[in-house]
């Protein structure tokens, strides 16, 4: 079940830091990006397996979307004047 958990949200971010990556984005903030997705997931994960209290799972799964909503975010900023 941790494994199809993280499937479930690793692969729309990898779709999302692929197309990301095609903005030609500065490679410091596409770092921070791509580290905190890193350690929100690990973070998550441990405590999926640990069970952990239930704060830091449900914590750890926001500070995983925010580089997710913020590429989003990014790319449909980068991709509005071609409407």
């Excluded at 913020?70 to 449909?76: D, E, G, R, V």
């Amino acid at each position: 079940r941790a494994h199809r958990n993280d499937m479930e949200n690793i692969f729309p971010f990898l779709f999302l830091g692929a197309i990301y990556s095609l903005l030609d984005p500065s490679p410091a903030v596409a770092r921070i990006h791509f580290f905190i997705f890193c350690v929100g997931r690990i973070v998550h994960t441990i405590a999926y397996l640990l069970q952990l209290k239930a704060p830091t799972r449900s914590v750890a799964y926001g500070v995983a979307q925010l580089p997710c909503f913020s590429m989003a975010l990014q790319i449909l900023l980068a991709t509005t004047p071609y409407w």
